[in-house]
């Protein structure tokens, strides 16, 4: 008899541990869907043997664990991929919006360029007619407005980047703290000797999705916990801690720092990966680099349009007038009556622009302003020299603007001497303005040519040349430069769009591939729920057939 | 490996996203018509399509420009065959006071006719199209030639003498008018400068008013004399001693007496055999000169003292004259210009006949004048049979000009033709840039929309395929 209890012992134990197979079985399939749920499988073993009369009996069987299936390579891979993903996906939607605001269709900064200079075109053949004139001053104004336009896009997009990290901040913040108390937890079951299957399944989503927002990368330490880092190396939790991101504004722009209880330590924006640094390289390469071509494009069209208008004349015979509002330049402080009337000193002008010296020969052929400025503009020297007239004074001064903007211009006229009058100091810098605005106010102060008389349209045409010539770089002119300009955008979208695709394709197949290691197969399921109630209903009958030996045993007395 | 539901829809459905963006930008380029719609379609072609739609719009700028040229050389030219015109019928009439055995009041009447033909050339001289003055230089709006009695041709000129150019292509500015300066008085720009670098003018030509004006004096009776800016022959005049059988104007004091050197010898007031005739010398602006403007080309005596640097006159902001050979007049220490021997030292005369020479021949400032200030005008009234030559001469003038304003006017035609050309190939260049191959876009959108059915269809097979169909 003890022996069929011993067996009723060992079929009661195939029951319940087939039915908790059949439970890990719901389980994975009630799972199928879940993502990042790796399946789950319960661990047989046999109860031990007991000796009897030298022989070893089995005693039944036991579920000694309930394990999930894991591939850390794979998951390693996964969040790798979910880095250039996330920094790639992050640059789509600005780059797209850059595309959109340097547009080649029809109606692109580009058109303007080519209007303006056209409408100069268009005064040459009626230079004497305020219609034309005027043309040519609307086409400023809507040149300017045009790249007031492109800036101020540029500024929505700018604000918008920095809006989309600021609310990203948070969501970091949030997944960082659940790691570290998943750690916590993960860490306390697994010392009793457990698996933390669900934990650890949740951990590594919540590592996959840091990956993708900041690049995190992981550590699985000793105690099962995870250090988690930026790819700079800088810590983001340590255990059950984690650092709390925090915003820092600098002008319009966000930073950040990483806080831990009272320390704060400051995370340079090349600390990231993800999405923070797709985001951050839009915005403070891509665009820092389109912005200062945009500038350079304006600056350069209003002080060569500049340069031609202020040698021109307008129909009131008055020279030395600038077209657009004057950027920042170097002027004579004094101004004198007669700009082209000679008896300056003689010898040797120097100039240096950006440490670059040029020695500007004055003799008694070019001791006047416009001599001077003729001589300075043939000297090869990086500025352009023009003869302006002064508002204040009514007078004539020598202005010289750098070719480059932003670049210091130094006159040394030390070495000049034995004239009549000297042209003395010239102002360190004076004040310009940064925008692109039209100054001339009438339409008789546009210098079409090179003498009051109406039909005259000699700078007209000069000016409308400069639209064909090679200014930008030396090679480019104005509108093809835009074109420059557009196809970078064009090719950061473009590669933008082909390291997306591939990092989409590559992680499809990677979570395929997990899938296909770890991830619940319906049909797998399926059959092993089938061998589980086969196993179940196999334990009934053995269990049926010792119950009905046991009724024999009974029934023997009767 | 398995397969996992999760592996089989992750795949399908990366497949049909990718098939229906793929669809998308078919659809995109099928509905534009055009395949490069943002810069990343094609960052290369970016360049070129900027640049073809530049060039476009500036040769759509330069045809227009062209035309507006072409019509006013057209209307120039109308005008200028009305020029030649007129120096044809000058001359049919010149040829008929010749030939005719006409009376005084017959060649009164044909006088009257060329003086008439003078007004008509001064007419079209003045001749305007849109409100501008196609004659006058830059000086559009002003009017070119206005009636001035105190000029011999009966003219002040006020346009410049600069030809209105226009860029027919990037760098290539052909003039696109004849200079009314040119055309009607036969000035040029000499390659004397004044002291702001502005060319001098010069005659090199014919003046058709002068010609037309001396055709007219001759037909008046005046052959072979010497008149003043006023017509009237110098004979006649009170103030000069004109000698009507050589035709050489002389010096005379008030009482009408010639003036004499201190050796006796009476003065001729001629400057290279011809009778003085001062002009004020005129830059290219059309700006009358003074002696200050052009100080570096004077030569200036002082009586007693000689030759004197310029700088020395006492009044450099007085008028620059010229003779009609293009040489400035010498001016004494006042500024005003003096009359030179044929070996180029002053003359000078004995103004009070005491045997002694007391002055230079100051030709601004003439003894007696009455009409003190102003310079000679003097001019020689030739037969009217060499007359005839002067009017073909002026006719010629106006030939060569017309004819040159024809070789611009054909230049700037090949040069729209040309343009127009480069258009097309331009438009051309742009289409294969930006348009789309529509048969290409539509047969490629068909295959999209055939893979994209195939996706489906596989997918809701797939989805229909399950173990739990056979448990």
């Known amino acids: 008899m003890g022996g069929l209890l011993n067996a009723l012992n060992a079929g009661k134990t195939s029951l319940s541990v087939n039915q908790k197979s059949i439970e890990v079985v719901g389980n994975n399939v009630a799972n199928v869907n879940t993502p990042g749920y790796s399946r789950q499988e319960a661990v047989l073993s046999p109860y031990p043997a007991l000796n009897f009369g030298g022989f070893f009996i089995g005693q039944g069987v036991k579920v000694s664990d309930v394990q999930r299936e894991h591939n850390a390579f794979l998951q390693g891979q996964i969040n790798d991929k979910n880095q250039t993903l996330g920094q790639e996906e992050a640059k789509t939607e600005p780059l797209e919006e850059l595309e959109r605001v340097f547009s080649v269709g029809d109606e692109s900064l580009a058109t303007e360029i080519d209007r303006f200079f056209d409408a100069w075109q268009q005064l040459t053949a009626n230079p004497g007619s305020p219609v034309e004139r005027d043309i040519v001053r609307q086409r400023g104004e809507l040149l300017g407005q045009a790249f007031d336009n492109l800036q101020s896009e540029m500024n929505t997009i700018r604000s918008n980047i920095n809006n989309t990290l600021s609310s990203k901040v948070d969501q970091v913040n949030l997944k960082l703290e659940e790691v570290a108390d998943l750690n916590k937890r993960i860490k306390l079951v697994e010392a009793g000797g457990n698996t933390a299957n669900t934990f650890r399944d949740r951990r590594d989503r919540l590592l996959s999705e840091l990956s993708k927002h900041v690049g995190a990368k992981s550590i699985e330490e000793k105690d099962n916990t995870v250090t988690v880092q930026l790819p700079g190396g800088m810590p983001l939790v340590q255990g059950g801690n984690a650092l709390t991101m925090e915003r820092v504004q600098e002008g319009s722009d966000l930073s950040f720092q990483l806080r831990l209880n009272n320390t704060e330590l400051e995370a340079p924006n090349n600390q990231f990966g993800g999405e923070f640094s797709g985001l951050l390289d839009v915005r403070d390469r891509i665009m820092d680099g389109i912005g200062k071509e945009l500038d350079n494009m304006q600056y350069k069209i209003r002080t060569y349009v500049n340069q031609q208008h202020e040698a021109g004349v307008g129909l009131d015979g008055e020279t030395g007038r600038s077209f657009f509002a004057k950027a920042e330049h170097y002027s004579s402080y004094n101004s004198f009556s007669n700009p082209d009337a000679g008896g300056f000193d003689t010898g040797d002008l120097k100039l240096s622009v950006a440490g670059q010296e040029t020695t500007v020969a004055i003799d008694s052929n070019n001791n006047s302003l416009q001599g001077m400025r003729d001589a300075i503009n043939n000297s090869g020297a990086e500025v352009l020299a023009s003869v302006i007239k002064d508002q204040d004074s009514g007078g004539y001064k020598l202005s010289l603007t750098p070719t480059t903007q932003g670049e210091e211009v130094k006159v040394n006229t030390s070495n000049l001497s034995g004239g009549s009058k000297s042209i003395g100091s010239f102002c360190p810098k004076c004040e310009g303005e940064e925008q692109m605005q039209v100054q001339v106010a009438d339409t008789a102060h546009v210098a079409a040519g090179n003498s009051s008389a109406p039909g005259d349209n000699t700078n007209a045409q000069d000016i409308a040349a400069l639209a064909n010539a090679p200014i930008m770089q030396g090679t480019d002119t104005f509108s093809g430069y835009y074109g420059k300009v557009a196809a970078d955008v064009g090719l950061e979208a473009g590669n933008n769009d082909l390291v997306l695709e591939g990092a989409k394709d590559a992680l499809t197949q990677l979570n395929n591939l997990r899938d296909g290691k770890v991830g619940v197969s319906l049909e797998e399921e399926m059959i092993d729920l089938i061998q589980f109630q086969k196993g179940f209903e196999a334990s009934s009958k053995f269990l049926s057939t010792v119950d009905e030996m046991m009724d024999s045993v009974i029934n023997l007395k009767r | ?471």
């Open chain 2, 1 to 471: 490996m398995k397969s996992t539901m999760g592996t089989s829809f992750r795949a399908m459905n990366a497949e049909i996203a990718r098939i229906q963006r793929g669809l998308e930008d078919l659809q995109k380029q099928a509905a534009s018509g055009k395949k490069l719609n943002d810069p990343s379609d094609n960052p290369a072609a970016i360049r070129p399509v900027l640049t073809a739609r530049g060039q476009i719009r500036a040769s759509d700028r330069y045809i227009e420009t062209m035309d507006r040229a072409m019509d006013e050389m057209k209307s120039m030219d109308t005008k200028m065959a009305h020029v030649e015109n007129l120096m044809v019928q000058s001359k049919e009439q010149a040829t008929y006071a010749i030939n005719g055995s006409l009376g005084e009041d017959g060649l009164a009447n044909l006088a009257d006719q060329v003086s008439l033909f003078r007004d008509e050339l001064r007419d079209s001289a003045n001749f305007q199209v849109e409100g501008k003055h196609i004659f006058a230089g830059y000086k559009e709006n002003t009017e070119p030639f206005v009636e001035d009695s105190s000029q011999f041709n009966g003219i002040s000129a006020q346009g410049d003498i600069h030809n209105t150019t226009l860029e027919i292509s990037p760098g290539e500015r052909p003039p696109v008018d004849v200079n009314g300066r040119e055309l009607f008085l036969g000035q040029t720009k000499s390659d004397k400068t004044d002291a702001e670098g502005n060319a001098i003018l010069e005659q090199t030509g014919t003046d058709m008013f002068a010609t037309l004006r001396k055709v007219e004096l001759a037909m008046r009776g005046h052959e072979e004399k010497v008149v003043d800016e006023t017509g009237t022959a110098i004979a006649d005049a009170a103030y000069k001693d004109g000698n009507p059988e050589t035709g050489i104007p002389r010096l005379v004091d008030g009482s009408n007496s010639p003036v004499t050197n201190a050796s006796g010898d009476q003065i001729e007031l001629t400057h290279n055999g011809e009778p003085v005739h001062l002009k004020q010398a005129v830059n290219e602006h059309g700006e009358a000169l003074t002696l200050k403007d052009v100080k570096e080309h004077l030569t200036a005596y002082e009586f007693g003292s000689g030759e004197i640097d310029v700088d020395n006159v006492t009044d450099l902001s007085k008028p620059a004259y010229m003779h009609k050979d293009g040489s400035f007049a010498v001016v004494d220490k006042q500024g005003d210009p003096i009359l030179m021997d044929g070996s180029g030292s002053p003359v000078e005369a004995d103004y009070d006949g005491n045997g002694t020479n007391d002055s230079y021949v100051n030709l601004r400032d003439l003894q007696n004048t009455g009409t003190n200030g102003k310079p000679l005008k003097q001019e020689y009234i030739p037969k009217l049979t060499t007359q005839l030559d002067s009017l073909e001469d002026a006719a010629d003038q106006e030939r060569r000009l017309r004819g040159l304003l024809g070789n611009h006017h054909v230049r700037v035609e090949n040069a729209q033709t040309t343009r127009e050309e480069t258009k097309v190939d331009l438009e051309e260049m742009l289409s294969r840039y930006e348009d789309a191959d529509l048969v290409e876009v539509l047969t490629d959108l068909k295959q999209q929309q055939t893979a994209l059915e195939a996706a489906l269809n596989v997918t809701s097979k797939v989805a229909s395929l399950s173990i739990l169909n056979f448990m």
